[in-house]
């Protein structure tokens, strides 16, 4: 028998598994399945509630399967027409907003690993020093309205979320773990700087690029804070998060008014309007995590533990 043969062999090798070895794994099958059903439930509640009349929801609490099934507060979402623009910003300002942040991102953090860059250390204490310290709300508007001159721009909401610290610390130490002698041999070469970081040091990044793609689209999609500080009511189109938020406000607005009070307080559907937003607001992004975990997992830890 051949060496090869005989590999072959010992790789198809099953492992009998004793009874102790059966009853750990189970018991760690089951604590697992029970943790997943329990962070799945509360959405799955969510959902079950957004189509759920208001007489119910009030009467008998939330449902998990709808009692009596209603889309009026999907219809009260949607009404106008504003939420898809709403949709569209939001997506447009992912999109630009990610690719940009990754760029710029992986720059920095590949540059402040170069061995041949004096300034490295200097630049991370500036950067480490910016995420401990900050000089608050008000010199923060006044430098982007008064300064910058963003005021009702979509470039307040766009520049704020573009990058920051902890990013690049994470893929600073992410970066750590490729050699820097790719780098010198792409120089002997006759690569530019250019060159070795596209061609180079870009396709063993993957894992990193996908777990700070991932934090950057969220941080787009659920941005609010900053569209309620700089954009005013002259901007027609809001960004998704902050247009539910004045949906979800207005609606509780006209339960308390003086006028909501000649309409059937059930008619006014507060509580599923919540839990429709709720669902409108983060569906889409769920489904942008499974193309991602392979690498999201094993990005994370590395850009965790490197250091």
């Not at 309205?145 to 573009?162: C, E, G, I, R």
């Not at 041999?185 to 061609?199: E, P, Q, Y």
Request: proline share 4%.
């Amino acid at each position: 028998m051949s060496k090869k043969n005989e590999q072959i062999e010992m790789t198809g090798v099953k492992v009998k598994l004793g009874a102790s070895d059966i009853i750990i794994r189970t018991i760690g099958y089951v604590l697992i399945t029970l943790y997943a059903l329990a962070c799945v439930f509360p959405f799955l509640i969510i959902i079950g509630t957004s189509f759920t009349s208001e007489t119910v929801i009030r009467a008998e609490g939330v449902k998990l399967i709808p009692k009596e099934f209603t889309l009026k507060a999907y219809e009260m979402v949607v009404r106008g027409g504003m939420i898809w623009k709403s949709y569209g910003l939001t997506i447009t300002l992912t999109l630009c907003g990610t690719v940009c942040g990754l760029l710029i991102i992986a720059m920095t953090g590949y540059a402040l690993q170069r061995k041949d860059f004096p300034l490295r250390n200097v630049i991370s204490f500036y950067i480490y020093f910016t995420s401990l310290f900050s000089a608050g709300l008000a010199p923060y508007y006044l430098l982007m309205t008064q300064t910058y001159k963003l005021n009702d721009s979509y470039l307040a909401v766009f520049f704020p979320l573009l990058m920051s610290p902890w990013l690049i610390i994470l893929m600073k130490n992410f970066v750590k773990a490729i050699p820097h002698e790719i780098t010198e041999s792409g120089k002997i070469d006759g690569a530019g700087d250019l060159t070795i970081f596209v061609k180079l040091i870009l396709p063993m990044l993957k894992p990193a690029l996908a777990t700070i793609g991932l934090f950057l689209a969220l941080g787009y999609w659920n941005e609010w804070y900053q569209s309620s500080l700089f954009l005013s009511s002259r901007v027609a189109v809001k960004p998704l998060q902050f247009q539910l938020y004045k949906v979800v406000n207005e609606t509780q607005a006209l339960k308390n008014s003086i006028a909501g009070q000649y309409i059937t307080l059930t008619d006014v559907p507060t509580e599923s309007l919540k839990m429709a937003t709720a669902v409108m607001a983060t569906g889409p992004i769920v489904f942008l995590y499974p193309f991602v975990q392979k690498y999201f997992i094993g990005g994370i830890t590395v850009g965790a533990v490197k250091g």
